[in-house]
T-cell receptor, first 113, second 114 residues
Framework: KNQVEQSPQSLIILEGKNCTLQCNYTVSPFSNLRWYKQDTGRGPVSLTI???SENTKSNGRYTATLDADTKQSSLHITASQLSDSASYIC????????????WGAGTKLIIKP | DTAVSQTPKYLVTQMGNDKSIKCEQNLGHDTMYWYKQDSKKFLKIMFSYNNKELIINETVPNRFSPKSPDKAHLNLHINSLELGDSAVYFC?????????????FGAGTRLSVL
């Protein structure tokens, strides 16, 4: 069964600190992996998208990594800011079936001043 | 503003009623989607239209009926609302290569069925 699992479920860190969020997936056949940021009361916004051959991609202070062999991804946030408080969702696209997206439940990140 | 906009933002209604949620995008995209985000925060695809043609129709009750009058609009009509329909419904749109396209989401419609 195609699934995406994320850890931790929630995380609280102090402003300025770094953090890493984890994503494990069992989606096959794999097409690509995306990270989205969802602010409270808003729709998800795309941060990065990585295909099988890409093992790292950055978007400002966000850096995503992908290990397609172990089916793991991480999202590293550097020098966190209060505006980084949000849910971060890992999403995996499966080939076939119109490349439907399988969504994780997200990690809720809270940045404290 | 260029965006995906959906209305209403909040919808509170009684069981058994019929309601509609509207979605419009002015991004020039050719594909639109409806997602349901349940209490556990998973987003699940419900429907997808490409150029007004239905391309994804997941296993949702037939009380849910999408309607796409044109490429820029995808509305969701729900008949005989049930308690379990309470959720946040997101509209999204995308353009181009189906494998790598980025989906742009509306702000969501929070539906509460009493």
């Amino acid at each position: 069964k195609n699934q995406v699992e994320q850890s931790p479920q929630s995380l609280i860190i102090l402003e300025g600190k770094n953090c890493t969020l984890q994503c494990n997936y069992t989606v096959s056949p794999f097409s690509n992996l995306r990270w989205y940021k969802q602010d409270t009361g808003r729709g998800p916004v795309s941060l990065t998208i990585m295909t099988f051959s890409e093992n790292t991609k950055s978007n400002g202070r966000y850096t995503a990594t992908l290990d397609a062999d172990t089916k793991q991804s991480s999202l590293h946030i550097t020098a966190s800011q209060l505006s980084d408080s949000a849910s971060y969702i890992c999403v995996v696209s499966a080939k076939g079936s119109n490349y439907q997206l399988i969504w994780g439940a997200g990690t809720k990140l809270i940045i404290k001043p | 503003d260029t965006a995906v906009s959906q209305t209403p933002k909040y919808l509170v209604t009684q069981m058994g009623n019929d309601k509609s949620i509207k979605c419009e995008q002015n991004l020039g995209h050719d594909t639109m989607y409806w997602y349901k985000q349940d209490s556990k925060k998973f987003l699940k695809i419900m429907f997808s239209y490409n150029n007004k043609e239905l391309i994804i129709n997941e296993t949702v009750p037939n009380r849910f009926s999408p309607k796409s009058p044109d490429k820029a609009h995808l509305n969701l009509h729900i008949n005989s609302l049930e308690l379990g329909d309470s959720a946040v419904y997101f509209c999204a749109s995308s353009y181009g290569d189906r494998e790598k396209n980025i989906q742009y989401f509306g702000a969501g419609t929070r539906l509460s069925v009493l």
